[in-house]
Nanobody, 118 residues
Framework: QVQLVESGGGLVQPGGSLRLSCAAS????????MGWYRQAPGKERELVAS???????NYADSVKGRFTISRDNAKNTLYLQMNDLKPEDTAVYYC????????????WGQGTQVTVSS
């Protein structure tokens, strides 16, 4: 099972940008899907963006056009570029790895806090 560590969170004003990074402990090329989830206080954890190992991306409607997910296989790192941040983006952001190999597994990082406030 891969180990995941998120970084890049912080405090930003509305309209600002942040880039989150998710460093994996080993090669991520064979992982079926990697993604970003977030959880705000009192809310369910929700998918923000995901990316398959073939490059297909999926975004939550609330972040389409503002967030971009990308992956650097050579660096074993997943990124989330967040632009035009809004207060409702405030949440703990988690990196996820979904392996459909054998045996399958689903791994999570510890999360990084993103706070959007003036």
């Amino acid at each position: 099972q891969v180990q995941l560590v998120e970084s890049g969170g912080g405090l930003v004003q509305p309209g600002g940008s942040l880039r989150l990074s998710c460093a994996a402990s080993r090669n991520i090329l064979s992982i079926s899907t990697m993604g970003w989830y977030r959880q705000a206080p009192g809310k369910e954890r929700e998918l923000v963006a995901s990316m398959s190992n073939s490059g297909i991306t999926n975004y939550a409607d609330s972040v389409k056009g503002r967030f971009t997910i990308s992956r650097d296989n050579a660096k074993n790192t997943l990124y989330l570029q967040m632009n035009d941040l809004k207060p409702e983006d405030t949440a703990v952001y988690y990196c996820n790895a979904d392996s459909r190999g054998w045996p399958p597994y689903n791994a999570w990082g510890q999360g990084t806090q993103v706070t959007v406030s003036s």
